[in-house]
């Protein structure tokens, strides 16, 4: 029988408990306090114009004690307007401008345009105008604009670490070239990264005319040219591969991380996107991998296999294709390789195998031998010349009899497993940083940032493009073109002069080449070649317990360790692992159970008696005995951010990015990493909602299909303001993400924190959970039900790392944002009104009247707003790795105590003044930049929204044509979308049936997260479509997320559906 | 007896004091503490002795001229000295006030003219969108035409821009007439007013002009 009672009520029959003496006593007073919600007196506060009196007069107060300490000086501090004296052409003050301009990479370029304000740069984006380009770039491109506003750049021409001047540098530069000139460049040796650049090339063949004695090495710690090598050796002429992805419907990947570590990765996720459109074409990727990637996460079918197993993989495959017997791979099922190669085959002419920059030259030739096989050569392997530079093997020098080593950036100290047996004379150094390659020379030239540089550059698909800069060398740096023709002794040294003297263009071409950023029709033309190699024979030893694979690659955030400086890289988390500030050695549950090794264990590595210490993490779906291990951290001298973060697995790396028979050995020692997803389960939530492309075909419905989840609809008891603001204003904003075609990679994150001022936090902030990106990228992992019990979904995030579950695993991402929900629940729990909605359907945050309860993020059902614990705009960043947060009272910057700092001038912050400065020229001005105690999150760009409703405003003048149209092309793009390179994120006018994102929201693919709360988001997702095929050992009806819901809440719409085949 | 007998007005006196002083306090924060008051008002001296009202009311110099970005950006800049010189390498060539501008126009040194119009901290003001859509520069400076030295005349608070936000109608003029400060519908008072109802209501309605009140209109 239901208990009747009141909530006081303890059951009628059976023990009493009794909480008090009244309460046992059931006197009145006690039966009248029970019912009132608040204590006596309590209520008298709610009446309205009381409280608002009383706040009116205590503001009053304050107010006139304000008054009386300042006098009457209430009036604003006097400010200057200051104008040019001579008035510039074409410039409007408060105008942005935007100039096409490319970042130069290892082996191409990303196309740019970049945007001014009052001659500084402050966003980057992709030129759009750029043959085949869709404006989207990558992570590296969109942190590289707070590089230039470093302030730990070298500023300073130095000689044995003492400053000079340029002069006497400069000066120095030409004593060296007359020198060589004289002896023919006896004892000079050049050490540079790999550059596409045409100028580059025609200055270093300069310098092997000039000086024919001299040597040149061009290294990089993260070897991306081993494509062209492996070509060229495959197809018997300098050639080197382009992946046309797009053309592509089946995709074996060993081992190649293209859509996250490999070079040129924003052309492979927009040419892969463009080819997973379910309804179209849809490609099929298998991956074999040990790492878990971005890639390995894209995958239809993932084969975990140690890196060091992919060899004998590949020829095995080869070996199907050819028609042969399939060779056994440890512990691969064979089903699975003759059901690969047959799809390859199938496919013949739009399949393609690509090897990983990771593997070694055998697996390269063996993935060409496929392809030849395949026809796919000529189809979805282009064939283009080789970037041909000359360039001495670094393994064959010792620096004996080197009078003068020129190094041209790079950081060969740090990430070079390479030393001189003798030191020569001189050191000569072009370097960004002032980094540990810099302490070991003997003078030192500053570089300038690529803004800051006129140059030029090839991309992978060929096509030159100019450089130019937006800025004037902010520290006097000198391009390295600049420097490579003062040492040459040529008589034209500016980089300008060079570049367009190596484009051969008149003036109006030239203006045409910098208008467009890149020369019209210069793309090189395919080469028809035939494989002409023998693919090699491999043999290949699993790792085991005792002989551990240790596999090196390229880091998602900081590169080979070029960008250990950056902020907001460090700060990315990892698009895999989700953590910050750090790198760890990755290893797989039994990996970890058979070392007895458990997360945040720190551990010694040792490979071939070299040894390096660093804590454990466990990643699901990584191979067996394999340890990961992400280069480009441990830096020594990197600068104020970068220093000391993370540990420096360049110690134990040879050069070759898989090596076996590696053993750890526990320290004993403990380390805390931040993390900023603890939870890798969705507990059985459809978050990220799923099916296979047969799905698809049935046109299941993907917000219907899981609509057990929906409580009935009721009808709200008041009306929703924006219904009556929506019958006039002139747009719905309204955003769809397309989670077929989002894999992972932070783009978005990075344009985000780029556009909207985001700040950094720091370590131990991260680990706090206050991290302030507004938007991030959830990534869950799923399994199949049976392999886990279904509680074990709810289980403690420090436990799930033990479980088994977590060795094959699919992996979804899901880039989680404000969702504009039209019934927001963070608005109503607002005391102040600081966020409301307005008439357009966005979620505004005024940050000057909010005041820091921090209910509205309690009440966000997606957890997407973001406080402002600290005042991080102010925080020094050498302050960034510690708990504590010093206030003015006691802190003291650049000897200055911070309070009488703060009295002369109550803008300044506990920052240096190059820290200080450098800020704020790196900061947007469209963009308020947020205090400490302010509420914050995702604005759907308002800034740039606003500012396409004014300019289409100022267009109509006395007319009715103020609306922004797609048609028109007037819709602004959010900074998310514009960088994704895969198209993921459509943002628009859902109140336009023909927009696209109208469109989008039309598809059965579309649904909201937690839909059953009825908060009506703006932001919808549309489901994730795989395409695994049915003939492979590991094919199931539906993916593993749409199976754990099923389980986790007892049957669905589609239970008939389930199964595995 | 420890209390004289005085003290038994004490709880009037002081409750009376009291009252009189908060009040006060109420009062002079209404009055003093308002943008009505700390900002209207406000006339610095500039570095040179421009006169807005020989320029801009007898010569009938449009404000564009000068101000040639008000169209295009958010801010209405300053002309550089280089645009004064247009009319001044001929006019007044010689003239001592006028030594400032023309070093400023050699040597390209900016005059350091004294800001007197800024919108308060987290505003975001567009001058384009207003002049361009009938809103004239006499709404929110005032007749700059009859100043000698340029005057803050309006609050420029937040209720301030509300005001017109909430009833553009009776702001909004026709486009060719946003410069021209003194222009009204008609010399009637009475009449004018009429006529700014029916033709702004008429603008309004045609052009399609948004009353915009939600804080992302200016708060980004």
């Given at each position: 029988?239901?208990?009747?009672?009141?909530n006081?009520?303890?059951?009628?029959?059976?023990?009493?408990?009794?909480?008090?003496?009244d309460?046992?006593?059931?006197?009145?007073?006690?039966?009248?306090?029970l019912?009132r919600?608040f204590?006596?007196?309590?209520?008298?506060?709610?009446?309205?114009?009381?409280?608002?009196h009383?706040?009116?007069?205590?503001?009053?107060?304050?107010?006139?004690?304000?008054?009386?300490?300042?006098?009457?000086?209430?009036?604003?501090?006097?400010?200057?307007?200051?104008?040019?004296?001579?008035?510039?052409?074409?410039?409007?003050?408060?105008?942005?401008q935007?100039?096409?301009?490319a970042?130069?990479?290892?082996?191409g370029?990303?196309?740019?345009?970049?945007?001014?304000?009052?001659?500084?740069?402050?966003?980057?984006?992709?030129n759009?105008?750029?043959?085949?380009?869709?404006?989207?770039?990558?992570?590296?491109?969109?942190a590289?604009?707070?590089?230039l506003?470093?302030?730990?750049?070298a500023r300073?021409?130095?000689?044995?670490?003492?400053?000079?001047?340029?002069?006497?540098?400069?000066?120095?530069?030409?004593?060296?070239?007359?020198?060589?000139?004289?002896?023919?460049?006896e004892?000079l040796?050049?050490?540079?990264?790999?550059?596409?650049?045409?100028?580059?090339?025609?200055?270093?063949?300069?310098?092997?005319?000039?000086?024919?004695?001299?040597?040149w090495?061009?290294?990089?710690?993260?070897?991306?040219?081993?494509?062209?090598?492996?070509?060229?050796?495959?197809?018997?002429?300098p050639?080197?591969?382009?992946?046309?992805?797009?053309?592509?419907?089946?995709?074996?990947?060993?081992?190649?991380?293209?859509?996250?570590?490999?070079?040129?990765?924003?052309?492979?996720?927009?040419?892969?996107?463009?080819?997973?459109?379910?309804?179209?074409?849809?490609?099929?990727?298998?991956?074999?991998?040990?790492?878990f990637?971005?890639?390995?996460?894209?995958?239809?079918?993932?084969?975990?296999?140690?890196?060091?197993?992919?060899?004998?993989?590949?020829?095995s495959?080869?070996?199907?294709?050819?028609?042969?017997?399939?060779?056994?791979?440890?512990?691969?099922?064979?089903?699975?390789?003759?059901?690969?190669?047959?799809?390859?085959?199938?496919?013949?002419g739009?399949?393609?195998?690509?090897?990983?920059?990771?593997?070694?030259?055998?697996?390269?030739?063996?993935?060409?031998?496929?392809?030849?096989?395949?026809?796919?050569?000529?189809n979805?392997?282009?064939?283009?010349?080789?970037?041909?530079?000359?360039?001495?093997?670094?393994?064959?020098?010792?620096?004996?009899?080197?009078?003068?080593?020129?190094?041209?950036?790079?950081?060969?100290?740090?990430?070079?497993?390479?030393?001189?047996?003798?030191?020569?004379?001189?050191?000569?150094?072009?370097?960004?940083?002032?980094?540990?390659?810099?302490?070991?020379?003997?003078?030192?030239?500053?570089a300038?940032?690529?803004?800051?540089?006129?140059?030029?550059?090839?991309?992978?698909?060929?096509?030159?493009?100019?450089?130019?800069?937006?800025?004037?060398?902010?520290?006097?740096?000198?391009?390295e073109?600049?420097?490579?023709?003062?040492?040459?002794?040529e008589?034209?040294?500016?980089?300008?002069?060079?570049?367009?003297?190596?484009?051969?263009?008149?003036?109006?071409?030239?203006?045409?080449?910098?208008?467009?950023?890149?020369?019209?029709?210069?793309?090189?033309a395919?080469?028809?070649?035939?494989?002409?190699?023998t693919?090699?024979?491999?043999?290949?030893?699993?790792?085991?317990?005792s002989?551990?694979?240790v596999?090196?690659?390229?880091?998602?955030?900081?590169?080979?360790?070029?960008?250990?400086?950056?902020?907001?890289?460090?700060?990315?988390?990892?698009?895999?692992?989700?953590?910050?500030?750090?790198?760890?050695?990755?290893?797989?549950?039994?990996?970890?159970?058979?070392?007895?090794?458990?997360?945040?264990?720190i551990?010694?590595?040792s490979?071939?008696?070299?040894?390096?210490?660093?804590?454990?993490?466990?990643?699901?779906?990584?191979?067996?005995?394999?340890?990961?291990?992400?280069?480009?951290?441990?830096r020594?001298?990197?600068?104020?951010?970068g220093?000391?973060?993370?540990?420096?697995?360049?110690?134990?790396?040879?050069?070759?990015?898989?090596?076996?028979?590696?053993?750890?050995?526990?320290?004993?020692?403990?380390?805390?990493?931040?993390?900023?997803?603890?939870?890798?389960?969705?507990?059985?939530?459809?978050?990220?909602?799923?099916?296979?492309?047969?799905?698809?075909?049935?046109?299941?419905?993907?917000?219907?299909?899981?609509?057990?989840?929906?409580?009935?609809?009721?009808?709200?008891?008041?009306?929703?303001?924006?219904?009556?603001?929506?019958k006039?204003?002139?747009?719905?904003?309204?955003?769809?993400?397309?989670?077929?075609?989002?894999?992972?990679?932070?783009?978005?994150?990075?344009?985000?924190?780029?556009?909207?001022?985001?700040?950094?936090?720091?370590?131990?902030?991260?680990s706090?959970?206050r991290?302030?990106?507004?938007?991030?990228?959830?990534?869950?992992?799923?399994?199949?039900?049976?392999r886990?019990?279904?509680?074990?979904?709810?289980?403690?995030?420090?436990?799930?790392?033990?479980?088994?579950w977590?060795?094959d695993?699919?992996a979804?991402?899901?880039?989680?944002?404000?969702?504009?929900?039209?019934?927001?629940?963070?608005?109503?729990?607002c005391?102040?009104?600081?966020?409301?909605?307005?008439?357009?359907?966005?979620?505004?945050?005024?940050?000057?009247?909010?005041?820091?309860?921090?209910?509205?993020?309690?009440?966000?059902?997606?957890?997407?707003?973001?406080?402002?614990?600290?005042?991080?705009?102010?925080?020094?960043?050498?302050?960034?790795?510690?708990?504590?947060?010093?206030?003015?009272?006691?802190?003291?910057?650049?000897?200055?105590?911070?309070?009488l700092?703060?009295?002369?001038?109550?803008?300044s912050?506990?920052?240096?003044?190059?820290?200080?400065?450098?800020?704020?020229?790196?900061?947007?001005?469209?963009?308020t930049?947020?205090?400490?105690?302010?509420?914050?999150?995702?604005?759907?760009?308002?800034?740039?929204?606003?500012?396409?409703?004014?300019?289409?405003?100022?267009?109509?003048?006395?007319?009715?044509?103020?609306?922004?149209?797609?048609?028109?092309?007037?819709?602004?793009?959010?900074a998310?979308?514009?960088a994704?390179?895969?198209?993921?994120?459509?943002?628009?006018?859902?109140?336009?049936?023909?927009?696209?994102?109208?469109?989008?929201?039309?598809?059965?693919?579309?649904?909201?997260?937690?839909?059953e709360?009825?908060?009506?988001?703006?932001?919808?997702?549309?489901?994730?479509?795989?395409?695994?095929n049915?003939?492979?050992?590991?094919?199931?009806?539906?993916?593993?997320?749409?199976?754990?819901?099923?389980?986790?809440?007892?049957?669905?719409?589609?239970?008939?559906?389930?199964?595995?085949? | 007896?420890?209390?004289?007998?005085?003290?038994?007005?004490?709880?009037?006196?002081?409750?009376?004091?009291?009252?009189?002083?908060?009040?006060?306090?109420?009062?002079?924060?209404?009055?003093?503490?308002?943008?009505?008051?700390?900002?209207?008002?406000?006339?610095?001296?500039?570095?040179?002795?421009f006169?807005?009202?020989?320029?801009?009311?007898?010569?009938?110099?449009?404000c564009?001229?000068?101000?040639?970005?008000?169209?295009?950006?958010?801010?209405?800049?300053?002309?550089?000295?280089?645009?004064?010189?247009?009319c001044?390498?001929?006019?007044?060539?010689?003239?001592?006030?006028?030594?400032?501008?023309?070093?400023?126009?050699?040597n390209?040194?900016?005059?350091?003219?004294?800001?007197?119009?800024?919108?308060?901290?987290?505003?975001?003001?567009?001058?384009?969108?207003?002049?361009?859509?009938?809103?004239?520069?006499?709404?929110?400076?005032?007749?700059?035409?009859?100043?000698?030295?340029?005057?803050?005349?309006?609050?420029?608070?937040?209720?301030?821009?509300?005001?017109?936000?909430?009833d553009p109608?009776?702001?909004?003029?026709?486009?060719?007439?946003?410069?021209?400060?003194?222009?009204?519908?008609?010399?009637?008072?009475?009449?004018?007013?009429?006529?700014?109802?029916?033709?702004?209501?008429?603008?309004?309605?045609?052009?399609?002009?948004?009353?915009?009140?939600?804080?992302?209109?200016?708060?980004?």
């Open positions: 029988m239901k208990n009747l009672n009141h006081s009520g303890s059951p009628v029959t059976g023990r009493r408990y009794w909480r008090s003496l309460e046992l006593a059931e006197t009145p007073e006690f039966k009248d306090w019912h919600e204590p006596q007196g309590a209520s008298e506060m709610e009446d309205g114009t009381s409280r608002r009383f706040l009116k007069i205590m503001s009053a107060s304050f107010a006139l004690a304000g008054v009386a300490v300042m006098g009457s000086g209430c009036r604003r501090p006097e400010e200057a307007l200051v104008p040019y004296g001579k008035q510039p052409e074409n410039y409007i003050y408060g105008t942005a935007y100039f096409a301009t970042m130069p990479t290892r082996t370029a990303v196309p740019l345009v970049v945007k001014s304000y009052d001659g500084r740069p402050v966003k980057v984006e992709g759009a105008f750029f043959p085949n380009s869709n404006g989207g770039t990558d992570r590296y491109v969109q590289s604009i707070l590089g506003y470093d302030p730990d750049r300073l021409f130095k000689q044995a670490g003492k400053k000079v001047s340029r002069d006497e540098a400069l000066a120095f530069l030409d004593t060296l070239s007359t020198k060589f000139a004289a002896n023919q460049g004892g040796a050049i050490l540079s990264e790999s550059s596409t650049s045409p100028s580059r090339a025609r200055l270093q063949k300069l310098i092997a005319t000039k000086f024919p004695k001299a040597q090495f061009t290294s990089d710690a993260i070897d991306s040219a081993i494509h062209q090598r492996a070509a060229t050796l495959a197809f018997g002429q050639v080197r591969p382009v992946f046309n992805f797009d053309k592509a419907r089946v995709i074996v990947s060993l081992d190649a991380d293209f859509l996250g570590g490999e070079d040129d990765a924003h052309n492979h996720i927009r040419k892969f996107a463009a080819s997973r459109k379910p309804g179209e074409t849809m490609n099929r990727l298998y991956v074999a991998e040990s790492l990637t971005l890639t390995g996460a894209g995958a239809d079918h993932r084969l975990r296999l140690a890196a060091s197993l992919v060899a004998p993989l590949a020829q495959l080869l070996a199907a294709i050819n028609g042969g017997a399939v060779a056994a791979v440890p512990g691969v099922d064979a089903k699975w390789i003759a059901e690969c190669a047959k799809d390859l085959a199938a496919n013949h739009n399949s393609l195998v690509v090897a990983g920059q990771r593997q070694p030259l055998e697996v390269h030739l063996l993935a060409q031998a496929i392809n030849s096989a395949l026809g796919a050569i000529g979805t392997v282009s064939l283009l010349p080789a970037l041909e530079s000359a360039s001495g093997d670094l393994k064959n020098f010792d620096g004996t009899g080197t009078d003068t080593f020129v190094i041209l950036g790079g950081n060969p100290v740090y990430n070079l497993s390479w030393a001189p047996k003798a030191k020569p004379a001189n050191v000569v150094r072009l370097g960004y940083y002032e980094d540990e390659t810099a302490l070991k020379c003997d003078w030192t030239f500053p300038t940032h690529y803004l800051e540089s006129w140059g030029d550059a090839i991309t992978s698909d060929g096509i030159t493009v100019a450089v130019q800069p937006l800025i004037q060398p902010l520290f006097g740096g000198l391009t073109l600049e420097f490579l023709a003062r040492l040459a002794g008589s034209v040294t500016n980089p300008h002069d060079i570049v367009r003297a190596t484009l051969g263009a008149g003036d109006e071409a030239w203006k045409k080449i910098l208008f467009n950023g890149y020369v019209v029709d210069s793309a090189s395919g080469i028809a070649a035939k494989f002409s190699a693919a090699p024979e491999v043999k290949a030893v699993a790792p085991s317990a002989s551990l694979e596999v090196f690659y390229r880091d998602a955030k900081v590169d080979d360790g070029r960008l250990a400086n950056n902020g907001w890289m460090q700060e990315l988390p990892d698009p895999i692992t989700k953590m910050t500030w750090d790198n760890a050695v990755l290893v797989s549950r039994k990996t970890a159970s058979d070392l007895g090794v458990a997360n945040g264990d551990v010694e590595i490979l071939k008696g070299r040894t390096v210490s660093g804590p454990i993490w466990v990643q699901p779906g990584m191979a067996d005995y394999s340890l990961g291990l992400a280069l480009g951290y441990g020594e001298n990197a600068g104020r951010v220093t000391g973060v993370g540990f420096n697995a360049y110690k134990i790396f040879s050069g070759s990015y898989v090596e076996n028979g590696a053993a750890i050995r526990k320290t004993g020692g403990t380390y805390t990493l931040a993390c900023t997803q603890h939870h890798w389960s969705m507990e059985g939530r459809p978050a990220v909602r799923e099916g296979n492309l047969e799905q698809f075909a049935q046109d299941f419905d993907f917000t219907k299909g899981y609509s057990e989840a929906a409580p009935p609809v009721v009808k709200s008891l008041y009306p929703n303001p924006l219904d009556e603001a929506k006039t204003a002139l747009h719905q904003w309204g955003m769809t993400i397309d989670l077929n075609s989002c894999v992972g990679c932070g783009t978005c994150v990075v344009a985000c924190q780029s556009e909207n001022n985001i700040p950094i936090v720091g370590k131990d902030q991260v706090r959970g991290e302030m990106h507004w938007l991030r990228i959830d990534r869950y992992f799923t399994t199949e039900p049976s886990r019990k279904p509680a074990d979904a709810f289980q403690k995030d420090e436990d799930q790392q033990f479980e088994q977590i060795d695993v699919q979804v991402n899901q880039p989680m944002l404000c969702q504009m929900c039209e019934t927001a629940p963070c608005e109503s729990v005391p102040v009104n600081a966020t409301v909605h307005d008439q357009e359907g966005l979620n505004v945050m005024a940050y000057n009247r909010c005041i820091g309860t921090r209910y509205c993020s309690n009440n966000c059902p997606y957890k997407v707003r973001r406080f402002n614990y600290l005042d991080y705009n102010k925080r020094p960043l050498t302050e960034l790795k510690g708990t504590l947060y010093s206030t003015t009272l006691t802190h003291k910057t650049d000897g200055k105590w911070d309070l700092r703060w009295w002369n001038d109550p803008n912050g506990m920052r240096s003044e190059d820290e200080w400065d450098l800020i704020k020229l790196s900061k947007n001005p469209d963009v930049v947020r205090m400490r105690g302010v509420m914050e999150k995702c604005t759907y760009c308002t800034q740039r929204i606003e500012q396409a409703k004014i300019s289409q405003k100022a267009k109509a003048g006395a007319s009715d044509n103020v609306r922004l149209k797609e048609s028109e092309k007037t819709v602004p793009k959010t998310c979308q514009q994704c390179p895969a198209g993921a994120i459509v943002f628009g006018d859902v109140s336009d049936p023909d927009s696209q994102v109208s469109q989008l929201k039309l598809q059965k693919r579309n649904y909201s997260v937690l839909e709360l009825l908060t009506k988001p703006r932001t919808t997702y549309l489901a994730r479509i795989r395409n695994p049915p003939d492979m050992p590991d094919y199931r009806n539906w993916p593993y997320s749409h199976d754990e819901y099923e389980q986790l809440n007892g049957g669905s719409a589609e239970t008939e559906k389930k199964g595995n085949s | 007896m420890i209390f004289p007998k005085w003290t038994n007005w004490l709880p009037l006196v002081l409750g009376l004091g009291a009252a009189l002083a908060g009040g006060g306090v109420v009062a002079g924060v209404t009055v003093y503490l308002t943008p009505k008051y700390t900002r209207a008002g406000y006339q610095p001296v500039q570095p040179v002795p006169s807005h009202r020989i320029h801009a009311g007898q010569l009938g110099v449009d564009r001229y000068c101000h040639n970005g008000v169209e295009k950006s958010w801010f209405s800049n300053l002309p550089g000295a280089s645009t004064c010189m247009n001044h390498n001929q006019v007044l060539k010689d003239d001592a006030r006028l030594q400032i501008v023309r070093d400023s126009a050699a390209n040194t900016p005059i350091p003219w004294v800001q007197v119009h800024k919108v308060p901290d987290y505003v975001y003001f567009n001058h384009s969108v207003h002049v361009s859509r009938g809103i004239s520069c006499v709404e929110c400076h005032g007749r700059v035409d009859q100043m000698d030295e340029v005057k803050h005349v309006k609050p420029f608070s937040m209720s301030f821009c509300l005001d017109c936000h909430r109608a009776s702001h909004i003029r026709p486009t060719d007439k946003v410069t021209n400060l003194g222009w009204q519908w008609s010399t009637n008072a009475a009449e004018a007013a009429t006529l700014q109802q029916v033709n702004g209501q008429k603008f309004v309605h045609d052009w399609k002009v948004e009353s915009l009140q939600s804080c992302s209109a200016c708060h980004r």
